[in-house]
Antibody, heavy 120, light 110 residues
Framework: QVQLVESGGGVVQPGGSLRLSCAAS????????MHWVRQAPGKGLEWVAF????????YYADSVKGRFTISRDNSKNTLYLQMNSLRAEDTAVYYC?????????????WGQGTMVTVSS | QSALTQPASVSGSPGQSITISCTGT?????????VSWYQQHPGKAPKLMIY???NRPSGVSNRFSGSKSGNTASLTISGLQAEDEADYYC??????????FGGGTQLTVL
């Protein structure tokens, strides 16, 4: 079945780095745009980043621009989020989400999420 | 990238209808038909309920419907059921080629 499985979360000190992965299965990964969305504890959803199916375009929320990098490996059906210069306010559950089409900006499949905690 | 505005909470009795509003600007909700709605139960990942303002994905109950007027989108749930109790979020594409979510609305079924 269609599935997204995130990994790579954990505890990191402020200023540190972490790379999240999202393994996709059950659909043709290379045909769809992909997003990262996060949710701080007890808070709402925050869109983080988008990558086009062919990697030609990448877009970021202002809150992470210049610190986070979204990428994908279509040969491995895997999405990534490289997070640098992490701050306490980046603490959240990070979800990868499949775009409904190539860039329809609706998220029709979500992973279970991976927790990132930024703390000293 | 200011969050879209949603009421913090709404409530209704089983069988009733409720509507959740989502207000943005002409740079997001008002400017595009890329408005979607998500249902999230505690501890679970969000689920797509409505896309492109008013379209339902396969498998979503027809009790859920969406609409838009100007800069405000709305989600209506008719025939409320206990299982509808959850948090609901709207989302919109923006003129900056980003997405923005609403702050979320907690639905209580009385």
């Amino acid at each position: 079945q269609v599935q997204l499985v995130e990994s790579g979360g954990g505890v990191v000190q402020p200023g540190g780095s972490l790379r999240l992965s999202c393994a996709a299965s059950g659909f043709t990964f290379s045909d769809y745009g992909m997003h990262w969305v996060r949710q701080a504890p007890g808070k709402g959803l925050e869109w983080v980043a988008f990558i086009r199916y062919d990697e030609i375009n990448k877009y970021y929320a202002d809150s992470v621009k210049g610190r986070f990098t979204i990428s994908r490996d279509n040969s491995k059906n895997t999405l990534y989020l490289q997070m640098n210069s992490l701050r306490a306010e980046d603490t959240a559950v990070y979800y990868c989400a499949k775009d409904r089409l190539r860039s329809a900006w609706a998220f029709d499949i979500w992973g279970q999420g991976t927790m990132v905690t930024v703390s000293s | 990238q200011s969050a879209l505005t949603q009421p913090a909470s709404v409530s209704g009795s089983p069988g009733q209808s409720i509507t959740i509003s989502c207000t943005g600007t002409s740079s997001d909700v008002g400017g595009y038909n890329y408005v979607s709605w998500y249902q999230q139960h505690p501890g679970k990942a969000p689920k797509l309920m409505i896309y492109d303002v008013s379209n339902r994905p396969s498998g979503v109950s027809n009790r859920f419907s969406g609409s838009k007027s100007g800069n405000t989108a709305s989600l209506t749930i008719s025939g409320l059921q206990a299982e509808d109790e959850a948090d609901y979020y709207c989302s919109s594409y923006t003129s900056s080629s980003t997405a923005v979510f609403g702050g979320g609305t907690q639905l209580t079924v009385l």
